[in-house]
């Protein structure tokens, strides 16, 4: 691992110690979640709403993200909010209600686990797990992660460094797991004119130096849905493997993160824009989920 070694990786890794790194896996690691497989030619786009808010909410957001070509279904229902008094999630009633609307619109899930205890149920409902910014550094999670035979998609931490990001990677594949996709959400620093700052270079970065999958999310990068799609696209050309987009159906009602949510207007437009850029970088969105074949659908 080139760069500064702060806290000993850069030694282990120069070393050839650490099983994320590219020369453990050179021709670059796939990952797959039902039909969908990240790290390959085909670049992956997950959407849908930050929160589970209702049965009505999510099915809005599922149909729309899933009619615009998304290949993977967001949705959080353990949400972790920095106030105890905003609104913190369905729970499991709102994981019945996401796992319904991924089978209505044949659409693999990705969604957040905030502690071990969850995970049994959310190995039932989900196809992917995810650990969020603030828990990238949770050890016990990430070990009992390790133990689990799903893809695991892995926040880089308000303040984390690459470094710190590839160990907390080596947690899971190490003890185990290797099935894990790196997500770049931006990054804590003095500029306050968004709520992150979107590190592309980190994105470049963890493709040379590791074999892992890497996605961007430019909605909690910036906090800004009008930044959303250029931020999106400037991932493409970075060299991103796909995207993890928030897309409510009426954002000004939404419970949580509703500046940085796009419409599902915003969310059509992004899907059209990206086929140029990413043929541009030699790449193509990844072939459809089974919702846009008519007859799918069923219910
Ligand atoms: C989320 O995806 O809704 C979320 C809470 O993200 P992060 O952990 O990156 O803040
Ligand atoms: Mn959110």
């Not at 969604?111 to 995970?119: G, H, L, N, R, T």
């Amino acid at each position: 691992m080139s760069g500064r070694n702060d806290n000993g990786a850069g030694g282990q890794a120069d070393a050839g110690g650490l099983r994320v790194l590219r020369a453990a896996n050179p021709a670059g690691t796939r990952v797959r979640a039902g039909h969908v497989e990240f790290g390959g030619p085909g670049f992956v786009v997950m959407a849908g709403p930050c929160a589970v808010e209702g049965q009505e909410q999510t099915q809005a957001a599922a149909q729309a993200v899933a009619h615009a070509g998304a290949h993977v279904l967001r949705g959080g229902v353990y949400k972790p909010r920095t106030s105890p008094y905003a609104f913190q999630g369905m729970g499991e009633p709102g994981l019945h209600i996401l796992a319904e609307c991924g089978r209505r619109h044949g659409m693999p899930l990705v969604s957040e686990v905030m502690e071990a205890s969850q995970i049994p149920l959310m190995l039932d409902a989900v196809d992917i797990l995810q650990v969020g910014a603030r828990n990238m550094q949770n050890f016990s999670l990430l070990r009992a992660l390790a133990e689990v035979n799903k893809p695991v998609l892995l926040k880089r931490g308000l303040s984390a460094t690459v470094q710190e990001w590839l160990l907390a990677a080596e947690y899971l594949v190490a003890g185990g797991n290797p099935h894990v996709i790196l997500c770049e959400r931006g990054i804590r620093t003095f500029e306050t004119a968004t709520r992150n700052t979107l590190d592309l270079s980190a994105v470049a970065w963890v493709k040379r130096e590791s074999h892992l999958p890497v996605v961007v999310d430019p909605s909690h990068a910036t906090g800004d849905r009008g930044l959303v799609v250029p931020m999106a696209l400037a991932a493409v050309a970075a060299g991103a493997d796909g995207l993890l987009v928030e897309v409510h159906p009426t954002p000004e009602r939404a419970l949580c993160d509703g500046a940085q949510a796009l419409t599902p207007e915003l969310f059509s437009e992004l899907m059209g824009k990206l086929p140029p850029v990413l043929a541009a970088v030699g790449r193509t969105l990844h072939p459809a989920s089974g919702a846009r074949e008519p007859g799918r659908i069923t219910g």
